[in-house]
């Protein structure tokens, strides 16, 4: 029984891993046993963690994401977990002001992204018959606020993107989730 929520030896990838909650994830995660490969476009503000594999990787770059995920998985032999966590907000102006340069810049780190992952490690996780998906959303999935019209947007597509993802990859061992934080 001790070991049914153990992440011990777990292959677990983390996109936005230098970041906030990416960061403290990868840290705490690598701290439980885990093998954590963090997946950021900088890793700058992120605490040095000796345990913490950091992959330099553009989440939007396609060819990117698959040498990353296939060298993590012919290391391995098997990726256990995803957890989409990058993401960006550009608030301040009402939805009339909202530039569409912030809305495409911020659609396609917080929703094109999480996709682009997904797809990248599901081919590997059906291989192995097994793993799981989590998709970082937000309070702000379930309930909008004023001045960040594309990151409500996004966090809402990204919530029922993994339920889409969710229906087609069941069947294949793979669970897909969403965790929504609040402030």
């Known amino acids: 029984m001790n070991d049914l929520f153990s992440i011990n030896n777990k292959i677990i990838i983390i996109t ?11 840290n705490k995660m690598s701290e439980q046993g885990a093998i954590i490969y963090s997946l950021d476009k900088k890793f700058s503000k992120m605490r040095k ?13 396609k060819n990117q994401l698959k040498k990353v995920c296939k060298e993590i998985f012919e290391k391995h032999k098997k990726i256990d977990v995803l957890i989409n966590c990058a993401g960006i907000t550009k608030s301040g102006k009402s ?8 809305w495409r810049e911020t659609i396609d780190v ?4 999480s996709f682009l992952t997904s797809q990248s490690v ?15 959303t937000s309070i702000n999935a379930e309930l909008g606020f004023p001045n960040n019209p594309a990151y409500v947007a996004s966090k809402g597509g990204l919530k ?3 339920k889409s993802l969710a229906k087609d990859n069941g069947k294949f061992g793979i669970r897909v989730n969403n965790l929504g934080p609040g402030y």
Do not use: A, H, P
Request: aromatic share 4%; charged share 20%.
């Open 49 to 61: 963690n000796s345990k913490v594999i950091q992959k330099k990787c553009n989440i939007l770059n």
């Open 160 to 162: 029922m993107l993994t």
């Open 16 to 26: 936005g891993g230098s970041g906030g909650i990416g960061s403290e994830l990868s």
């Open 110 to 113: 917080n929703l094109t992204g």
């Open 122 to 136: 599901i081919k590997y996780m059906k291989k192995n018959k097994n793993g799981s998906i989590i998709n970082i």
């Open 95 to 102: 939805g009339n002001e909202y530039s569409t340069k912030d």
